[in-house]
T-cell receptor, first 111, second 111 residues
Framework: NAGVTQTPKFRVLKTGQSMTLLCAQD?????MYWYRQDPGMGLRLIHY???????AKGEVPDGYNVSRLKKQNFLLGLESAAPSQTSVYFC??????????FGPGTRLTVT | RKEVEQDPGPFNVPEGATVAFNCTYS??????FFWYRQDCRKEPKLLMSVYSSGNEDGRFTAQLNRASQYISLLIRDSKLSDSATYLC????????????FGRGTSLIVHP
């Protein structure tokens, strides 16, 4: 039982490049989330999903897209990376009304 | 008014001290409450859920006050290893049941 895993752990991109972050959970959770966390800031919700095939916008969705084709996976895409997207990205999953489990994070730098 | 508010601190306390944090929430329909711990550059991890009757786990006690709409976390006999950021999380019934995070309270325990 691996819980929530994220790949990659680190990545450096140049402005304008694209990439996809993968989140996988093996707990059969319905809800999955993508957050970003910047120095001195709290967690900010980017997008979330309440079930396979569904996605919704969170607090800071601009510049990101997501997909949930399989219940266990939640992908976060950056189509054209910008320096403002330099951040630590956390994925999480949960059952409704229950605690979230977080992945270890992806540290992304956009130069 | 923010949905979930915490004093950012830092709370600077000596080893062995007792320290308490509060977290206020604005929506009376809030249903589930949690405290998470986050170490520097790591993912948040569940510290404890908060139940209506209050709950205790070793040196940690969490309480819910629905009338005044706040939850609290009490740490007794502080250890150096308790130094971290403590995040308050609230889930509100209705809509999509997405957790709302406070920005966290920083605790520094010194020798």
């Amino acid at each position: 039982n691996a819980g929530v895993t994220q790949t990659p752990k680190f990545r450096v991109l140049k402005t304008g490049q694209s990439m996809t972050l993968l989140c996988a959970q093996d707990m059969n959770h319905e809800y999955m989330y993508w957050y970003r966390q910047d120095p001195g800031m709290g967690l900010r919700l980017i997008h979330y999903s309440v079930g396979e095939g569904t996605t919704a916008k969170g607090e800071v969705p601009d510049g990101y897209n997501v997909s949930r084709l399989k219940k266990q996976n939640f992908l976060l895409g950056l189509e054209s990376a910008a320096p403002s997207q330099t951040s630590v990205y956390f994925c999480a999953s949960s059952l409704i009304l229950y605690e979230q489990y977080f992945g270890p994070g992806t540290r992304l730098t956009v130069t | 008014r923010k949905e979930v508010e915490q004093d950012p601190g830092p709370f600077n306390v000596p080893e062995g001290a007792t320290v308490a944090f509060n977290c206020t929430y604005s929506n009376s329909a809030s249903q589930s409450f949690f405290w998470y711990r986050q170490d520097c550059r790591k993912e948040p991890k569940l510290l404890m859920s908060v139940y209506s009757s209050g709950n205790e786990d070793g040196r940690f006690t969490a309480q819910l006050n629905r009338a005044s709409q706040y939850i609290s976390l009490l740490i007794r006999d502080s250890k150096l290893s308790d130094s971290a950021t403590y995040l308050c999380v609230v889930i509100t019934r209705g809509g999509s049941y997405i957790p709302t995070f406070g920005r966290g309270t920083s605790l520094i325990v010194h020798p």
